[in-house]
Antibody, heavy 116, light 108 residues
Framework: EVQLVESGGGLVKPGGSLRLSCAAS????????MNWVRQAPGKGLEWVSY????????YYADSVKGRFTISRDNAKSSLYLQMNSLRAEDTAVYYC?????????WGQGTLVTVSS | EIVLTQSPGTLSLSPGERATLSCRAS???????LAWYQQKAGQAPRLLIY???SRATGIPDRFSGSGSGTDFTLTISRLEPEDFAFYYC?????????FGQGTKLEIK
């Protein structure tokens, strides 16, 4: 069974940092590109970042470019999102998601709250 | 950046009726890399359609997708009570992989 489990969310002050993790299981992690997607409270979905299977290609939304860094450790079947210089508008549930294919897999999300 | 505009914002229908949701792109979506998701309150999104018209594994055949270029449609042939939710389109052909703003499908 495919599972994606996010962790690392919490309350952080503006300007602070947080590192999110996503533990994957049930599939060959290195064979799939991965994404982070977020959803602010009561709002729609916003794509944040993409990383290819062996990290050759990495893309970011303009809203996080230069502040967030996506990475992965295929030996640990884990995906990461390092978030620096956090702002109030980064407050959201952050989902990790396997890239679109015949099956769609998303984690249940982890809440990040940026507030003083 | 490809901007996706979904319409209508809210669609009010009754169970058994047909639902037609639209997603229009500001520029052509390459290789029809267009997906549709369903999201219910407190849950992660669920992939319904990929490649504009292919149903994801386990998705009932009352869900269908069509379109190409800049105009895409999600059709639900006969609404079931569990279909009332939010629906989002996403293009994943060129970065940034943008989402539409969503359509709320509510019970009339």
């Amino acid at each position: 069974e495919v599972q994606l489990v996010e962790s690392g969310g919490g309350l952080v002050k503006p300007g602070g940092s947080l590192r999110l993790s996503c533990a994957a299981s049930g599939f060959t992690f290195s064979s799939y590109s991965m994404n982070w997607v977020r959803q602010a409270p009561g709002k729609g979905l916003e794509w944040v970042s993409y990383i290819s299977g062996v990290s050759s290609y990495i893309y970011y939304a303009d809203s996080v470019k230069g502040r967030f860094t996506i990475s992965r450790d295929n030996a640990k079947s884990s995906l990461y999102l390092q978030m620096n210089s956090l702002r109030a508008e980064d407050t959201a549930v952050y989902y990790c998601a396997r890239s679109v294919g015949s099956e769609g897999y998303w984690g249940q999300g982890t809440l990040v709250t940026v507030s003083s | 950046e490809i901007v996706l505009t979904q319409s209508p914002g809210t669609l009010s229908l009754s169970p058994g009726e047909r639902a037609t949701l639209s997603c229009r792109a500001s520029q052509s979506v390459s290789s029809s890399y267009l997906a549709w998701y369903q999201q219910k309150a407190g849950q992660a999104p669920r992939l319904l359609i990929y490649g504009a018209s292919s149903r994801a594994t386990g998705i009932p055949d009352r869900f269908s997708g069509s379109g190409s270029g800049t105009d895409f449609t999600l059709t639900i042939s006969r609404l079931e009570p569990e279909d009332f939710a939010f629906y989002y389109c996403q293009q994943y052909g060129s970065s940034p992989y943008t989402f539409g703003q969503g359509t709320k499908l509510e019970i009339k």
